[in-house]
């Protein structure tokens, strides 16, 4: 099967086909615990979590389980808490100052304001906890609270790289990490933890998952950059006009000769964009090849990730977790 | 001592001196425990958390043990959480939409920024969430993770009825039993789950709690209506720019007549204010005694957080924590 599937969409869509019963139970799961006496909250979740969505965070963790032949129903809840951890940190995420330009589409906090963003993920958030307290696991909670703490970490280490020429591959690799490989990492081991696997199948699937994450941000990230998405009519250059330091920006800044680096120091590092600068941008990226460099970054880490599974037998969903993983690195949206 | 206990900042002074040795370990928790190899995190918390306050939340459960009896050190971690928690609620609820003025001093987001606010926030809650892990009590978990929900229900609550001149004196109680009273209950429970109380007494305390709670926001809501307060120089009028609907707001528009009752619905309910508005809101706030009914209101919770404690006898601890609720309705700050 390896290197023959074909590097599509299939991959998750065979993943999600797999997974179905969960998938449905996790949905069902998900649209009653976000319900409140206070209506504000399941209307605001709905914009997001109820909207539906790839749900790739919590497939990893119903994949974990039956990769491990897990036969409970336990991991139906945790999968529902991964997705609510997730939808609490794009709120977050999408919290805006009075000094950023607001994204074109209608997030929910365009729609609801910034507040009301950032008190319903708090009660999403905690909702993820009572879930795990329902569920009754320490170690599951202590994966999950860990990640938490991880993904803020890397927040507001990206806060503080941003607009900052002088950020390191290091700390882009510590961002990326924190804001998005984290919860995957947990997402995968969780599903281990509940089928009671011993500690090197937990930190394979783990290690999966981070790496799976890694590879996820990077490719993420160039896309942004990428002009065949603008052909898919998709939106490019967020990260740009957010002054974000992100992989293709490394690349071109560290290749870039002095009237390149005036263009970065202007554009990125002290935010005075022009309607042209994009195009600029879009320019040098493809003179330095750095969407095919960032993939090509990714395709070590889907490497590494695939190779993690090894210490299970081979299986049909071991396979198409690998092929996932392959897949992050063929997608184009 | 009862009655005749002069009824001052005392009471709470007296409450600390009382329980030093554990606030110092809780305080030494806290900063140890708010570190992060992301700078900006220690550096925004500390402008909070490391501050100082009252810190009225973690005495709760320090008294609470004590209280109970307990012998061990499990409270230290658990007050340093339950401060953590309501910093992370304070971070929140400082967020500011673009059409909401400022406060005039520097809180943290005006400094830092909503965003760092935000996902400082969410560390210290994730934060709280590992503490609470690392005790290892599913039951402390379960009570601090439903107050956290608790308290961002009452949080979105309170943002739907802003504006909202027909909010019914239901659903103020039931903002302020979401966004302060829960947890001031589940501050001073744990105190008694980790002693390995009766569920009588446990319940006991969490009513304790739930009534001081009720009791202190009544009063900071009067507080913020007080002319009072103008000659301590603090601040005043801040809910009444924010077009929140208090208790003092509730009663004046019950009794208004019909220009009183224009001015609310331009004041409060169109947020349009000039420069005097908040002088003549002073104004009905005396002529329909709003501050002395709020403060009767709130002695009824008192009296009810007093009888709470019946259950256990009578010790130093059990006095001084009624004095402290006691003072509640005779604080002036």
Redesign the interface.
């Known amino acids: 099967m390896d290197g023959a599937t074909p590097l599509t969409t299939d991959a998750l869509t065979r993943l999600t086909t797999m997974l179905e019963p969960e998938l449905h139970a996790t949905n069902r799961a998900i649209v009653a615990r976000m319900d409140?006496?206070?209506?504000?909250?399941p209307q605001l979740a709905a914009h997001l979590v109820a909207a539906g969505g790839k749900r790739l965070r919590p497939l990893l963790t119903l994949a974990a389980a039956r990769l491990c032949g897990y036969a409970g129903t336990r991991q139906i809840a945790l999968a529902a808490c991964v997705e609510f951890i997730h939808t609490?940190?794009l709120l977050?995420d999408d919290?805006?100052?009075?000094s950023v330009l607001r994204r074109g589409d209608a997030s929910a906090n365009a729609v609801f304001?910034?507040?009301?963003a950032?008190?319903?993920g708090?009660?999403l958030?905690?909702?993820a906890?009572?879930l795990?307290?329902d569920d009754?696991s320490?170690e599951v909670?202590?994966i999950l609270?860990?990640a938490?703490?991880t993904?803020?970490?890397g927040?507001?280490?990206q806060?503080?790289t941003q607009n900052d020429l002088a950020t390191t591959e290091d700390k882009y690799f510590d961002v990326i990490r924190g804001k998005t490989a984290a919860l995957f990492a947990a997402a995968c081991e969780v599903g281990a933890v509940i089928a009671d696997q011993p500690p090197e199948r937990c930190a394979a699937l783990a290690r999966f998952g981070l790496d799976l994450g890694m590879a996820f941000q990077l490719v993420d990230d160039a896309l942004d950059y990428s002009a065949d998405q603008l052909e898919l009519g998709k939106t490019v250059g967020d990260d740009f006009r957010e002054g974000k330091l992100t992989y293709p920006v490394l690349l071109a800044v560290a290749a870039a000769d002095a009237p390149e680096r005036a263009f970065w120091e202007r554009t990125i590092g002290e935010s005075a964009q022009t309607e042209e600068d994009l195009g600029t941008a879009l320019a040098l990226m493809r003179k330095y090849g750095a969407t095919e460099r960032s993939l090509a970054r990714a395709g070590g880490f889907v490497e590494s990730a695939c190779a993690a599974l090894a210490v299970f037998p081979p299986s049909q969903m071991r396979e198409a977790l690998m092929d996932v993983a392959r897949y992050t690195t063929a997608r184009r949206f």
């Open positions: 409140s006496p206070v209506a504000l909250i609490a940190t977050h919290v805006v100052d009075e304001g910034n507040k009301a950032v008190l319903v708090d009660f958030f905690a909702r906890f009572q795990m307290v009754g320490l909670l202590r609270s860990a938490a703490a993904i803020a970490e927040e507001v280490l806060l503080t």
